[in-house]
């Protein structure tokens, strides 16, 4: 069973720093192989998509994020991370790692980001 598990958010003011943490189980075996992604969510709106990462490390950016936030991968660790830098308020949301395995979309619980000005 795949199980996603993120970590990491918080509470800063703008122009602060995060590093989230999403770590995956029952792909373990097969992790360096995968796409992952980290989505985010505010209330009412529906789940974009932020950045994502190849098996081979390439990375894509959402515009509004670019410059700003990096995604990486611990292949070691079964982990992909996303550092969040220069935030700004609208940055606030419940962000999510996805796995796609099988035809089925995987999802962590979500971690919440929370940019005061």
């Known amino acids: 069973q795949v199980q996603l598990v993120e970590s990491g958010g918080g509470s800063v003011q703008t122009g602060g720093s995060l590093r989230l943490s999403c770590t995956a189980s029952g792909i373990a075996d097969r992790f360096r192989f995968y796409t992952l992604a980290w989505y985010r969510q505010t209330p009412g709106h529906l789940r974009d998509v932020v950045a994502t990462?190849?098996?081979?490390?390439?990375?894509v950016y959402t515009g509004a994020v670019k410059d700003r936030f990096t995604v990486s991968r611990d292949n070691a660790k079964n982990t992909i991370y996303l550092q969040l830098t220069s935030l700004k308020p609208e940055d606030t949301a419940v962000y999510y790692c996805?796995?796609?395995?099988?035809?089925?979309?995987?999802w962590g619980q979500g971690t919440q980001v929370t940019v005061s000005s």
């Open positions: 996805n796995v796609k395995h099988l035809g089925h979309d995987y």
């Open positions: 990462i190849t098996g081979g490390g390439g990375t």
